[in-house]
T-cell receptor
Framework: QKEVEQDPGPLSVPEGAIVSLNCTYS??????FMWYRQYSRKGPELLMYTYSSGNKEDGRFTAQVDKSSKYISLFIRDSQPSDSATYLC????????????FGTGTKLQVIP | NAGVTQTPKFQVLKTGQSMTLQCAQDMNHNSMYWYRQDPGMGLRLIYY???????DKGEVPNGYNVSRLNKREFSLRLESAAPSQTSVYFC????????????????FGNGTRLTVT
């Protein structure tokens, strides 16, 4: 079983929709949770990060962590065609500075 | 500001050939990494270098060697390429300080697409 599970999609939504992307994990020692966005033929770039449980909002993006359920989510409000990309969840333990574990990524397409 | 630069962008090798993937960062970061990305497997860490002069194995190090040439440069070498090494390779860097609670993000290059036939 992988430490981090992520639905690969693809997920296709109309412009303006609310998008929910999710990951589950099995390692209870994970403390830092991140979402990366990867455009086609580009490297991933950090979109959001949260420490431990709770919500964090940044513009149209909200990251949510539920450590009791070992479940993290990324919500995108008012989705735009420019949001079309692959979204990777990532996480690490408190001391595992160099060892980030990634999900396999969910490919999102926002249709104009 | 270039960030993380990887060369080459594309490469085709025959089984048994060797090559070195180059990576350089201009952000003065301490840590550098090599990942491979495969469909259905996500990003997997091959090797990392926490600081100049140190390297450590990641999740999938077999068949690879690395050199941290200086603070800026971190190369990945395939001594005898195999078809199983067909992948997209990403170099990344981060400004990690041990003991700090700051979560320094990984900064990635745009990848090298390697095919081994």
């Amino acid at each position: 079983q992988k430490e981090v599970e992520q639905d690969p999609g693809p997920l296709s939504v109309p412009e303006g929709a609310i998008v929910s992307l999710n990951c589950t994990y099995s390692n209870s020692a994970f403390q830092y949770f991140m979402w990366y966005r990867q455009y086609s033929r580009k490297g991933p770039e950090l979109l959001m990060y949260t420490y431990s449980s709770g919500n964090k909002e940044d513009g149209r993006f909200t990251a949510q962590v539920d450590k009791s359920s070992k479940y993290i989510s990324l919500f995108i409000r008012d989705s735009q065609p420019s949001d079309s990309a692959t979204y990777l969840c990532a996480m690490r333990t408190s001391g595992g500075y160099q060892k980030v574990t990634f999900g396999t990524g969910t490919k999102l397409q926002v249709i104009p | 500001n270039a960030g993380v630069t990887q060369t080459p962008k594309f490469q085709v090798l025959k089984t048994g050939q060797s090559m070195t993937l180059q990576c350089a960062q201009d952000m003065n970061h301490n840590s550098m990494y090599w990942y491979r990305q495969d469909p259905g497997m996500g990003l997997r860490l091959i090797y990392y270098s926490a600081s100049e002069g140190t390297t450590d194995k990641g999740e999938v190090p077999n068949g690879y060697n690395v050199s941290r040439l200086n603070k800026r440069e971190f190369s990945l070498r395939l001594e005898s390429a195999a078809p199983s090494q067909t992948s997209v390779y990403f170099c990344a860097s981060s400004d990690v300080t041990q003991g700090s609670s700051y979560n320094s993000p990984l900064h990635f290059g745009n990848g090298t697409r390697l095919t081994v036939t």
